[in-house]
């Protein structure tokens, strides 16, 4: 909902804009500049908002209006404090609607007043009222949980029946994967496994059953490395970690044709790295519990691999989450402060982790 992200949309009629909030799914630098691309291709067209809204009168005639509307908001939340999560995801939500309304009219009014900006006295509104909206975030505290909770209520796509349908098509192939047992033979897991990237590599991957072939067969071995996770700390896994960044690189740059499309690249990548996310979360915990996780060169590690999820599975990720990675991604919600607690009570760290905080900034900063 950034202001540089709405455009209005051409031939779309007076009373609507477009608000096209696209974030970044592929944060990890092996992915972001070919996601950007399919990304912007595939889906950068997102159902119109309306610039009015049945719960409150958004729809304004001038710009005067519109700014005078985003004041009156800012007042509110000035008087509001420590709100439950729900009342809060209810104040963003109506932030949302407010904002891309007070947009679409200024910039629809022609009207020229002289010392009247009224883009500006919007820019400095919208500032004021995310600071607002991150002291009432922030004025008691939240949980991983809270987290979700907001994520999943103000995604953006979730109703986007193009992403829906990709899901529907691709969430078989992954619930059985579920089911799929890890790669057995510790002793030789890391070499196996780097044979296999080098092989992928050497015979690529041009077509959607190759892909599926990849990602099924490198879940095994992932999930072998999981399992053994807390006995390998000292095996370096940077040609692993290369070899997998070009094989993504190799699968991007090979999509965009009949046997194998864009749109099939990323959706089937994007839901292989949810999946890999919530495993790499959902094993941490466990190893913590199980106390598998015994060397204090582990515990910052793991304390990041819990929080994985909730910084790199953004709206888009959400919205291919199947119904049984969801269900997965809540219970890692429940345990992730319990756990990453025990991890900073092992590091004798008194200070609490303050991973929650930052996410809900982050949040708001970029909503």
């Not at 103000?154 to 193009?162: G, N, R, W």
């Not at 192939?173 to 196996?192: G, P």
Request: aromatic content about 10%; charged content about 25%; hydrophobic content about 40%.
């Amino acid at each position: 909902m950034k202001i540089a992200n709405i455009n209005m949309q051409e031939g779309a009629g007076e009373s609507c804009c477009k608000s096209n909030r696209q974030f970044s799914y592929f944060r990890l630098p092996l992915r972001i500049q070919m996601y950007a691309t399919f990304f912007s291709i595939l889906f950068a067209t997102l159902g119109l908002v309306s610039c009015s809204t049945p719960s409150r009168n958004l729809s304004f005639s001038n710009s005067n209006e519109a700014i005078e509307e985003c004041r009156a908001f800012l007042k509110e939340l000035k008087e509001k404090d420590k709100p439950e999560i729900n009342s809060f995801i209810s104040d963003m939500k109506y932030w949302g609607q407010l904002s891309d309304s007070a947009i679409c009219c200024i910039r629809k009014d022609t009207v020229q007043k002289p010392h009247y900006f009224p883009m500006s006295s919007f820019s400095h509104l919208d500032d004021s009222i995310r600071t607002e909206l991150t002291r009432l975030a922030l004025s008691k505290e939240r949980s991983y949980t809270d987290v979700l909770q907001l994520k999943i209520e103000l995604s953006a796509y979730a109703e986007d029946t193009s992403i829906i349908a990709a899901k529907s098509e691709a969430e078989p192939f992954f619930n059985a994967l579920e089911k799929q047992a890890a790669f057995k033979d510790d002793k030789q897991l890391i070499a196996k496994y780097q044979q296999f990237l080098s092989r992928t590599l050497k015979n690529g991957i041009r077509k959607k059953a190759e892909l599926m072939d990849f990602i099924k067969e490198e879940d095994c071995f992932f999930k072998g490395f999981l399992s053994n996770m807390h006995k390998l700390s000292s095996h370096s896994l940077s040609e692993i970690t290369h070899s997998t960044e070009e094989v993504c690189a190799l699968i991007y740059q090979n999509s965009g044709t009949p046997e194998l499309t864009s749109k099939d690249a990323v959706i089937y990548m994007a839901m292989r790295t949810n999946q890999r996310l919530l495993l790499n979360a959902q094993v941490c915990i466990k190893d913590v519990k199980g106390g598998r996780a015994k060397q204090a060169t582990q515990y910052s590690a793991y304390i990041w691999m819990v929080s994985q999820p909730f910084v790199l599975i953004d709206d888009f990720g959400l919205a291919l989450l199947t119904e049984s990675q969801m269900a997965t991604f809540k219970h890692v919600a429940q345990d992730a402060q319990p756990t990453i607690n025990k991890l900073n009570a092992r590091l004798n760290t008194k200070e609490k982790s303050a991973f929650v905080p930052l996410l809900l900034k982050l949040y708001i900063a970029n909503y």
